[in-house]
């Protein structure tokens, strides 16, 4: 257990290998040159890849709040008193930092410790893990983060406000600050301001990937002491951040801010152990879809014609396992969808199956189903029905199925193909459409 106050933010790793490499600019005059900041100014470290990597984050980290910091805040950034702590948990000897009492204790874990004004990291068992798995943009997240604390703790929401009034400043509250401050410092990086990181747009599904490897598991309830958020929530606030900067992530508030985490799990995940068989699937969901667009369709003044449902026939260009042929038919094949259910969940398959049902409405609408903007429609559609079941009474999705929807969107572009097969190419851009939709309903997904 860690002394002290600690925001400690990761356990464990899970999730598939989809590593992007590196995010640090390097210099194509030294070859040679091993990349990244000197971390000689990191306590404890071994002047290693990975210290390199966190210290080159920490240094840019730095510069961005002493530039972004004075402008929201109106004060200046001070810059962490207790330093910064690389521990090597593979050797108990190893000197531990602040807030802990032996390095073993940090295993798997980076924190933020108010009390001592520290940010330290297990840089044997955690961040090569990350970076293997994940890229370096997955360290970049984790540094972020924490320092994303630092900042709270400046800013009087910290963890002395949350003690003090944890109905004000709920562990879930605090934690999606510190991703959307993560999101704003990724989109500086994005926009070239950084001296010493770079990261593409393709390279934001690995980090988001990372992101929700580290979400509460299902039946944590958002009131929950150590609660983080599930996979919609995490997303969603570094998203926040990324796309509308400090300013909103600084306005968070349990008043303003909704989170999908409950301990809720659906009386249909009890019963079937949490998925339904692949073969069960399209029974259980196809009669929810087409209520919801047919009310969706009708309220707009147009006629709902219900897809038909089948497992052959003729080529309707290439959408993937699920396909929306303009004849009416949803085709469903065996490619890659049991694969895809049996890695994921049960709502994967169901989100892919709402956006071609996505598909079908706008035909319905008079609305074109290929392109770009019927790309961003499917998936945003596919939210909406979502966001629907989510709110149902009695609800007919946990929390579990969203995660399994995000996971969807980040791992594969099916959702977002039109009918010609075209996609959104970014995952990133996947979830933000669909959680345009789940969150604005669909009248927002240009069927209007």
């Given at each position: 257990m860690l002394a002290g106050s600690v925001v400690a933010c990761t356990t464990s790793v899970e999730g598939r290998a989809v590593s992007e490499g590196s995010v640090v600019t390097g210099n194509p005059d030294q070859p040679d040159d091993p990349g990244g900041v000197d971390p000689s100014f990191v306590e404890n470290t071994d002047g290693g890849e990975t210290d390199r990597l966190v210290a080159t984050v920490i240094t840019d980290l730095r510069v961005y709040w002493t530039e972004t910091f004075p402008g929201t805040f109106d004060k200046e950034f001070e810059d962490l008193k207790g330093g910064y702590h690389s521990v090597d948990t593979a050797?108990?000897?190893?000197?531990?930092?602040?807030?802990?009492?032996?390095?073993?204790?940090?295993?798997?874990?980076?924190?933020?410790?108010?009390?001592?004004?520290?940010?330290?990291?297990?840089?044997?068992?955690?961040?090569?893990?990350?970076?293997?798995?994940?890229?370096?943009?997955?360290?970049?997240?984790?540094?972020?983060?924490?320092?994303?604390?630092?900042?709270?703790?400046?800013?009087?929401?910290?963890?002395?406000?949350?003690?003090?009034?944890?109905?004000?400043?709920?562990?879930?509250?605090?934690?999606?600050?510190?991703?959307?401050?993560?999101?704003?410092?990724?989109?500086?990086?994005?926009?070239?301001?950084?001296?010493?990181?770079?990261?593409?747009?393709?390279?934001?599904?690995?980090?988001?990937?990372?992101?929700?490897?580290?979400?509460?598991?299902?039946?944590?309830?958002?009131?929950?002491?150590?609660?983080?958020?599930?996979?919609?929530?995490?997303?969603?606030?570094?998203?926040?951040?990324?796309?509308?900067?400090?300013?909103?992530?600084?306005?968070?508030?349990?008043?303003?801010?909704?989170?999908?985490?409950?301990?809720?799990?659906?009386?249909?995940?009890?019963?079937?152990?949490?998925?339904?068989?692949?073969?069960?699937?399209?029974?259980?969901?196809?009669?929810?879809?087409?209520?919801?667009?047919?009310?969706?369709?009708?309220?707009?003044?147009?006629?709902?014609?219900?897809?038909?449902?089948?497992?052959?026939?003729?080529?309707?260009?290439?959408?993937?396992?699920?396909?929306y042929c303009v004849d009416g038919t949803l085709l469903v094949t065996n490619e890659d969808l049991p694969t895809i259910h049996e890695e994921i969940g049960d709502y994967a398959t169901g989100t892919l199956l709402a956006s071609r049902y996505g598909l079908a409405t706008l035909t319905a609408a008079g609305k074109p189903v290929e392109g770009p903007e019927a790309q961003r429609s499917a998936v945003c559609l596919a939210g909406a029905f979502t966001g629907s079941l989510f709110a149902a009474k009695p609800r007919f999705l946990s929390p579990g199925d969203l995660d399994e929807a995000v996971q969807v969107l980040l791992d594969y572009d099916y959702a977002a193909r039109d009918t010609n097969g075209e996609a959104i190419g970014a995952g990133f851009d996947r979830v933000t459409a669909f959680r345009q939709g789940f969150t604005e309903g669909g009248r927002k997904c240009g069927i209007g």
């Open positions: 050797d108990a000897t190893s000197d531990a930092p602040p807030c802990a009492e032996s390095a073993d204790e940090v295993e798997g874990n980076a924190f933020y410790c108010p009390s001592a004004d520290i940010i330290a990291w297990d840089r044997a068992a955690l961040l090569p893990v990350l970076r293997d798995r994940f890229g370096d943009a997955s360290v970049m997240l984790v540094i972020a983060h924490e320092m994303g604390h630092a900042v709270q703790n400046r800013t009087g929401s910290g963890l002395p406000e949350r003690t003090a009034d944890p109905a004000k400043f709920p562990t879930i509250l605090i934690e999606a600050m510190a991703d959307c401050y993560a999101g704003s410092f990724v989109r500086w990086v994005a926009d070239g301001k950084a001296e010493h990181l770079d990261i593409a747009k393709e390279r934001l599904d690995s980090a988001l990937e990372s992101l929700i490897s580290f979400r509460d598991p299902i039946g944590t309830d958002q009131t929950d002491r150590g609660a983080h958020g599930d996979a919609f929530d995490r997303v969603s606030a570094f998203q926040d951040g990324y796309e509308s900067g400090v300013r909103l992530c600084a306005d968070m508030t349990v008043e303003n801010r909704t989170f999908t985490l409950s301990g809720f799990i659906s009386a249909d995940d009890q019963e079937r152990g949490g998925n339904l068989e692949f073969a069960q699937i399209i029974e259980s969901v196809t009669p929810k879809l087409d209520a919801y667009y047919a009310d969706l369709t009708t309220k707009s003044g147009k006629q709902w014609t219900t897809p038909k449902v089948a497992t052959t026939g003729p080529d309707c260009g290439d959408q993937g396992p699920v396909a």
